[in-house]
């Protein structure tokens, strides 16, 4: 029966092509090239992303983590009731698609009214006139105050004195450890007097029974960029060049490296597989950052034996801390309309809300101490107790290039195929490289 | 029967045995896993291959927080839309280029060939801007966009064509069929089962499609259940029974696509081959 | 068409011209539009040193050709590429082959073994990717579960640069297997039942059937089938994507050439040098399939 059906509708469809083919050319002359193109079927849904009803607008929120979304949502909610005749749209695309598809919404024109915007993207953004630059509004505002933010992060959003976003959160990394796997051990929990030292004699300790002590990632962010910082060395210079080959900066990975040579942690090196080493028990002790915080709670096991410390300290404190700021448009339709949603979500009153909800750590002044009572699973304020050594991730124009370069190098080490003074040395140069062309 | 006839018989069995088992075991794996409790999924000792209690949590939970019935209605109208179209053209194009001489010919068959060549990711680009250009993101028509037309429909057909034998065209020209109606009415039902195995093709690839969608329709409602799954890996990241949940719920649908095709493909393919 | 007036068309000539014409342009105008103009925008950026956002780039004649020749990454993603296509083109084709004919037979549950080899078809990449990945994992994963009972030594599926491609090879034929089933399995079903019958009074045994009356009747569609799977898996992409970083110690030995170019264009935004490398991605598609249509004649057997 489906069968004819299926050749029924064929049949009929190019019968028609046919007939109208005879019929318009009479005689068997068929004339080239005035068929129609392919006609395309009509959209069955509506189109919303430029949608105006009547005085309504509606405006494009796009963002990259769907663990924030649902607490988005809220907010957005709260701001359409508050604010008649204005729309939020929340698109989330995962992070390496978000920002092909900003990529594509730039090139064309067509990019979301109000985005995410990253350190490794800042620039490209900012410097080619994509983005709207928000001194006048921020000036005559009196919801946002810049001073009220951190100045690291709202640095990243300056580009020549101009300021590209408002400061959304910001992230640490924290040292995350199995309390049963530590008790059973006899080995007392971390805090802020740890040095390398404990870390390293604790790893030792808890390294039994098939479980490793600890999970040391080749990851730059969640790994060895917080042990080069604590140690004095550094990634990259205020005069642009590489810090790999900076001693202290070495010193630093041999620590960290050793941790894998010497068993004491898995090889591990894709994201997934440092997640599922974590939350299946592989490892004793692990670095994650604050953003993971929604996914750790909701997974039973991270609930029930783990908790986060501050990391450990060598020559100073130091965790390396990141954050998000909200971009508009250079050419949104509604420029008012994506500041008034712009101007809530870095208000006070929009943060703490932000904090309350549990998104993410707001980075307004004090706001921070509403997402600690968010969360009773874990000791989250060691995040918040580490920004006041927090060093900001290493960025320039070219980030990704050059943190993808270095991780080319530094795998060697990681496996053992080459020592880790000439990997850092490898990864010096090819980063020096990119940087150069800059 | 003789002796070694059985033999083979057995040894045949026993190869399409194995092989099956190959092939579904990881797919039976995703369905296990989709029913156990996270430390179920991951106990190395015991190990678990079966879940104690057969729970449908894991489904609940995916279920809650994502629109899977816009997933599936958004998966079928894009795969309805992509098979309407390549059928069509593709048969046309096909057609021509397997029995017809006319200038430009090869050439243009070139350019099919070429196409499918070239990597699908250097479209994305220019189709989104094209969509968007349109204000056609976020909708049916989007994503059915980059599959108007299909070269791989026009040379798996045009090969369906080169296959059948000269004589019945020239026995329609005879009966005065003009090249259209050859076409439509004598070889167009010959090639069932090439225009059912692009059918499911099309469908195949449609579903498969994750990179375009996540990219052009990015509101909520408007994934697709590939596109959907990506998302779902992204946001929860290492939760293997609910990442095989999720998985499951995208996978069932295909599955009974399929299995209802196969049958009008087996039907198709009988009814062809008694006729020649 | 101007060209051609001048010359004498016999009328029925001249139709069958115009049919070509109107049945081929729907897909051509497509095509023309979707695809190659797209492509010709590559070839064209492939000489620039692209500036962001498709604005200010700079023309570098051969450039970024020359950076290509130069660059290791580049030749080892070319050799993974072959590679890949010639662990994955032959064996699936193969064993496609033996399936497609033993469920031709009179072998009973016919549809459900179809059914069942044809499953890995319908699994969205995601979904392939998960469970692969987990069946995978050294630790937790079934693949080294079994091994280990079997007394063997565990192994490092994705992350051993001597195993990863081997690994993305698996998963790239249990991927295509069922395609290529389907094809040749169709193909085979239209063998006139005659045929047989004609070579049974022959005597001819079972084998002798198979090469003198199948295979020659199926080469249409397995040409088909190995030029599509052969510039299928000259682009494999997805799952090397969602399976191996690029902090993977298989990377250098897994990477492939649309990965690569991937890379480059979309995460590294350098759009120039991605076109330049999906260039010498189709120049070698092009050899390989220009040296397959050569072939075609030789061992294609049309009716």
């Not at chain 1, 992070?95 to 990253?118: C, I, K, N, Q, R």
């Amino acid at each position: 029966m489906k069968n004819r059906m299926l050749r029924s509708t064929l049949v009929m469809m190019l019968s028609l092509a046919v007939m109208t083919a005879c019929t318009t050319n009479g005689g068997n002359q068929p004339e080239n090239g005035q068929n129609d193109p392919p006609q395309p079927p009509q959209p069955t849904e509506t189109n919303t992303n430029t949608g105006e009803v009547g005085d309504e607008v509606t405006l494009r929120y796009a963002v990259w983590d769907a663990n924030q979304a649902n607490g988005l949502r809220v907010m957005a909610d709260e701001f359409e009731a508050a604010n008649a005749g204005i729309k939020i749209d929340i698109e989330v695309v995962g992070w390496s698609d978000y920002w092909t598809m900003l990529e594509a919404g730039a090139t064309g024109g067509s990019l979301p009214d109000v985005f995410w915007m990253h350190s490794n993207e800042i620039y490209r953004y900012a410097s080619n006139g994509m983005l709207m630059n928000l001194n006048t509004y921020i000036e005559s505002s009196d919801q946002v105050d810049l001073s009220k933010f951190p100045q690291g992060i709202v640095d990243i959003y300056n580009f020549q004195g101009n300021q590209y976003g408002v400061p959304k959160d910001f992230d640490t990394i924290g040292l995350w450890y199995n309390k049963t796997l530590f008790d059973e051990a006899g080995v007392g929990y971390p805090d802020e007097s740890w040095t390398w030292d404990d870390l390293y004699d604790a790893a030792k300790a808890l390294t039994k029974d098939g479980v490793y002590g600890i999970l040391a990632p080749l990851h730059n962010q969640e790994g060895y960029y917080n042990f080069v910082y604590q140690n004095g060395g550094t990634i990259i210079t205020d005069d642009k060049q590489s810090g790999y080959d900076d001693p202290k900066t070495i010193e630093a990975l041999e620590y960290y490296v050793r941790f894998v040579r010497e068993g004491l942690s898995p090889e591990v090196y894709g994201d997934a597989e440092r997640a599922e080493a974590i939350q299946n028990g592989l490892a004793a002790m692990g670095f994650f950052g604050s953003w993971n915080l929604s996914g750790f709670t909701a997974n039973n096991f991270m609930a029930e034996h783990f908790d986060v410390a501050v990391l450990p300290k060598q020559e100073r404190q130091a965790s390396i801390y990141n954050g998000l700021a909200h971009a508009i448009a250079h050419n949104t339709e509604h420029p008012e309309e994506a500041w008034t949603f712009t101007e809530y979500l870095g208000s006070k009153e929009g943060q703490e809300r932000h904090a309350e909800l549990g998104i993410a750590i707001s980075a307004y002044e004090g706001a921070a101490d509403l997402w600690v009572s968010s969360n009773d699973t874990f000791n989250v304020k060691a995040f918040v107790d580490m920004v006041a050594y927090g060093v900001i991730r290493p960025y320039s124009n070219t980030t990704i290039v050059w943190e993808d370069r270095a991780y080319e190098s530094l795998r060697a080490a990681f496996t053992g195929d080459v020592d880790v003074e000439e990997a850092a040395s490898n990864a010096a140069s090819a980063m020096n490289q990119i940087l150069a062309e800059e | 029967m003789g002796i070694a006839s059985k033999a083979a018989k057995a040894a045949a069995y026993l190869f399409l045995i194995t092989g099956a088992a190959l092939m579904i075991i990881p797919l039976l794996w995703m369905l296990l896993t989709s029913f156990k409790t996270v430390a179920e999924s991951t106990s190395m000792n015991p190990f678990v291959f079966f879940p104690s209690v057969w729970r449908v949590d894991n489904y609940t939970r995916v279920l809650n927080q994502n629109h899977f019935s816009a997933y599936y209605v958004n998966t079928f109208l894009m795969m309805f839309f992509r098979i309407l179209c390549s059928l069509l053209f593709s048969a046309m194009a096909a057609y021509a280029f397997a029995r017809l001489q006319f200038p430009g010919r090869n050439f243009l068959f070139g350019i099919v060939l070429f196409q499918m060549m070239v990597p699908t990711q250097i479209f994305i680009i220019p189709q989104y801007l094209m969509v968007d250009a349109l204000g056609m993101r976020n909708s049916i028509f989007a994503l059915v966009f980059p599959g108007f037309v299909s070269a791989f429909g026009t040379f798996l057909l045009r090969q369906f064509f080169l296959g059948l034998p000269r004589e019945l065209e020239e026995a329609s020209k005879l009966d005065g069929c003009n090249i259209g109606q050859t076409f439509l009415l004598v070889m167009l039902p010959l090639t069932r089962s090439g225009l059912v195995a692009l059918g499911i093709f099309t469908a195949l690839f449609a579903y498969k499609d994750m990179m375009w969608p996540l990219i052009i329709n990015t509101s909520a409602q408007s994934a697709t259940l590939a596109s959907a799954l990506a998302k779902i890996q992204s946001a929860i990241s290492v939760n293997y029974p609910e990442l095989m949940a999720a998985s499951v719920l995208a996978f069932w649908p295909m599955l009974l696509v399929y299995i209802v095709f196969q049958k009008q493909f087996v039907e198709g393919i009988a009814s062809s081959g008694g006729k020649l | 068409m101007a060209g051609y007036k001048r010359i004498r068309v016999p009328r029925n000539t001249w139709n069958m011209w115009l049919w070509g014409w109107f049945l081929v342009a729907p897909t051509m105008l497509g095509l023309l539009i979707l695809n190659i103009i797209p492509i010709f925008q590559t070839l064209y950026l492939s000489l620039f040193k692209s500036g962001a956002f498709g604005r200010g780039n700079q023309y570098v004649g051969i450039g970024n050709y020359e950076r290509l020749i130069a660059d290791a990454q580049v030749w080892h993603a070319v050799a993974n590429t072959l590679l890949y296509t010639v662990l994955v083109v032959p064996l699936s084709v193969a064993l496609a082959m033996i399936i497609a004919v033993l469920l031709n037979g009179k072998v009973k549950g016919t549809s459900i073994f179809r059914t069942i080899y044809f499953i890995p078809m319908i699994a969205a990449p995601a979904a392939v990717t998960m469970v692969w990945r987990w069946l995978y994992n050294p630790q937790f994963g079934l693949i080294n579960y079994v091994l280990t009972q079997l007394g063997l030594d565990p192994v490092r599926w994705t992350t051993d640069p001597q195993v990863g491609l081997i690994s993305i090879s698996l998963i790239g034929i249990w991927s295509i297997f069922g395609y290529n089933m389907v094809l040749l399995l169709a193909s085979l079903q239209e063998i006139p039942r005659d045929f047989y019958e004609a070579s049974d009074i022959d005597g001819a045994s079972k084998m002798q059937q198979f090469f003198i009356v199948t295979v020659p009747l199926v080469t249409p569609t397995l040409f088909f089938v190995f030029v599509t799977t052969i510039i299928q898996s000259m682009q494999v992409f997805d799952v090397i994507y969602m399976m191996i970083d690029v902090t993977n110690p298989a990377y250098e030995r897994t990477v492939s050439l649309v990965y690569l170019f991937y890379n480059n264009s979309f995460r590294y935004m350098d759009k120039g040098y991605g076109s330049a490398i999906v260039v010498l991605l189709l120049v070698l598609i092009m050899i390989i399939t220009y040296f397959q249509l050569k072939a075609e004649k030789k061992w294609v057997n049309y009716m």
